[in-house]
């Protein structure tokens, strides 16, 4: 992409109401615009990244097993009324009236709907185990909007529901998505501590959150810091193998994290005090499991092997998509701006040219534009009139993790400089051999 053909529109000063990091990055680095409260059009890059955000959920969700699809996101009141969660949500669903009179309401989540598709397909335990999943937003009417993205009233979400025959099978599914998002998180550059909850509207007892740990935070987190040398890594997962699953949710789930709502002061005092800690998180994820909650109450059976109905057992599980982006920056940015993870990056490159005009170094960074297009980098190329202090600003405020800078002196030399946005560190080599070096730390993820 070429920046004079971008739609990215920058803000040089610091929006006044955004009072956290992200929230102000986002909207400086033309990623979002608020179109009411709580609300958000996702302008071309911010798009861009909660695309790739998505595929990467999509990539695990499919790996685990489990079936995407597709859910609306106005739905009818009459299930709500069925399960007794129209009542019981309160003022955070918005509820809407059609036409013809009907309740109708915009989903904040979809247990009750998955249910009724489920019941009307599924009748016996030899179509068991099964997950569906769908990326939708969702609405929730919160007191207190804020952050951006991070506590929208429109936000998209990843939700997924499991059914299985009985509860150790159900067990399996909790710990299969554990293992799943763990995965997910890694992917996207993050540390991610699951941590013992409470279940809230959704019901059951149990439910691990996924906290990413920031100052901005808004949940309070207790846990031994022995968790965060724990990573999944490259290991071979057998989503069908109940025993790794339940181990690696034992393997996290054994030191010590909760957040406030479960905290046991006993307990954490139990850990020896250098390593007990205490922060603020940002919640990117739940799972839950509540046996028969919503089977029972909406009448969802199957037969078992023992020729017997019996009510499914069921879970759901949650991904704040558009949440993660805020969480991500939060995590990862300094005083000039975004500092993208390599996974996550909505351009792989930046190319700097420093005398647009000139027929050598325009030449040379058409050249490289081209070619780095062709190798799978998706180069954001700055060809724009500007003084090249103003297009360094742009680059650093964007975020990409490398950048590479064209200038008539390093042409004379054949070299150009590759820089690293995180470490700072630049270094001067041909145009290939940069290219080379980018197509080698983009393989790999
Ligand atoms: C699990 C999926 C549920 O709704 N039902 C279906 C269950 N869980 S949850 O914890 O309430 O939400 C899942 C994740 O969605 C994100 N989230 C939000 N993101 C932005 N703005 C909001 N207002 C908001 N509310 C929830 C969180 O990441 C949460 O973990």
């Known amino acids: 992409?070429?920046?004079?053909?971008?739609?990215?529109?920058?803000?040089?000063?610091?929006?006044?109401?955004?009072?956290?990091?992200?929230?102000?990055?986002?909207?400086?680095?033309?990623?979002?615009?608020?179109?009411?409260?709580?609300?958000?059009?996702?302008?071309?890059?911010?798009?861009?990244?909660?695309?790739?955000?998505?595929?990467?959920?999509?990539?695990?969700?499919?790996?685990?097993?489990h079936n995407p699809m597709l859910m609306p996101t106005l739905q009818s009141a009459d299930l709500w009324r069925e399960s007794g969660r129209y009542d019981d949500y309160g003022k955070?669903?918005?509820?809407?009236?059609?036409?013809?009179?009907?309740?109708?309401?915009?989903g904040p989540t979809n247990e009750e709907l998955i249910t009724d598709i489920f019941r009307d397909s599924v009748q016996s335990h030899k179509d068991l185990p099964l997950t569906l999943y769908h990326i939708q937003w969702k609405f929730r009417d919160e007191v207190r909007p804020r952050f951006g993205v991070m506590r929208g009233r429109e936000f998209f979400m990843k939700d997924?529901?499991?059914?299985?025959?009985?509860?150790?099978?159900?067990?399996?599914?909790?710990?299969?998505?554990?293992?799943?998002?763990?995965?997910?998180?890694?992917?996207?550059?993050?540390?991610a501590i699951p941590m013992r909850a409470d279940s809230g509207p959704i019901g059951g007892d149990d439910t691990h959150e996924f906290l990413v740990l920031a100052d901005t935070g808004e949940s309070e987190v207790f846990y031994d810091k022995n968790i965060l040398d724990l990573h999944l890594g490259d290991r071979k997962i057998d989503y069908d193998d109940w025993d790794q699953c339940a181990g690696i949710m034992k393997?996290?789930?054994?030191?010590?994290?909760?957040t406030d709502e479960t905290h046991d002061e006993a307990k954490f005092n139990?850990?020896?005090?250098?390593?007990?800690?205490?922060?603020?998180?940002?919640?990117?994820?739940?799972?839950?499991?509540?046996?028969?909650?919503?089977?029972d109450a909406m009448n969802a059976k199957v037969v078992n092997s023992d020729n017997k109905e019996?009510?499914?057992?069921?879970?759901?599980?949650?991904?704040?998509?558009?949440?993660?982006?805020?969480?991500?920056?939060?995590?990862?940015?300094?005083?000039?701006?975004?500092?993208?993870?390599?996974?996550?990056t909505p351009f792989g490159v930046g190319i700097v040219n420093l005398k647009q005009g000139d027929d050598d170094t325009d030449g040379a960074c058409e050249a490289?534009?081209?070619?780095?297009?062709?190798?799978?980098?998706?180069?954001?190329?700055?060809?724009?009139?500007?003084?090249?202090?103003?297009?360094?600003?742009?680059?650093?405020?964007?975020?990409?993790?490398?950048?590479?800078?064209?200038?008539?002196?390093?042409?004379?030399?054949?070299?150009?400089?590759?820089?690293?946005?995180?470490?700072?560190?630049?270094?001067?080599?041909?145009?290939?051999?940069?290219?080379?070096?980018?197509?080698?730390?983009?393989?790999?993820?």
């Open 1 to 65: 992409m070429r920046l004079s053909k971008y739609f990215l529109p920058t803000l040089k000063e610091n929006p006044a109401d955004a009072q956290i990091a992200s929230h102000r990055l986002m909207l400086r680095a033309g990623m979002i615009r608020q179109a009411a409260s709580g609300i958000y059009s996702w302008l071309p890059m911010g798009f861009k990244v909660l695309r790739k955000l998505e595929n990467i959920v999509h990539e695990e969700q499919i790996r685990a097993g």
């Open 92 to 106: 955070e669903m918005l509820r809407i009236t059609d036409r013809h009179g009907r309740d109708m309401l915009y």
């Open 160 to 191: 997924g529901y499991n059914f299985d025959v009985d509860k150790p099978s159900a067990m399996h599914a909790y710990n299969r998505h554990l293992v799943s998002y763990l995965r997910t998180y890694e992917r996207m550059g993050l540390k």
């Open 251 to 258: 393997e996290w789930t054994t030191p010590y994290a909760r």
């Open 270 to 295: 139990e850990i020896p005090e250098e390593r007990r800690m205490s922060s603020r998180g940002i919640e990117v994820g739940q799972i839950f499991y509540f046996g028969t909650k919503y089977s």
């Open 310 to 344: 019996v009510p499914v057992h069921m879970g759901s599980h949650g991904i704040g998509v558009s949440r993660l982006i805020g969480a991500i920056i939060e995590a990862s940015h300094d005083d000039n701006g975004i500092i993208w993870p390599e996974a996550v």
């Open 368 to 445: 490289l534009y081209k070619s780095a297009t062709a190798l799978g980098l998706d180069p954001l190329y700055d060809d724009r009139k500007e003084r090249a202090g103003a297009k360094f600003a742009s680059m650093d405020l964007i975020g990409l993790p490398w950048r590479i800078t064209v200038g008539p002196r390093g042409l004379k030399n054949g070299v150009v400089e590759l820089t690293n946005r995180k470490s700072g560190e630049s270094e001067e080599m041909t145009a290939e051999l940069a290219l080379e070096k980018l197509a080698k730390v983009y393989a790999g993820i």
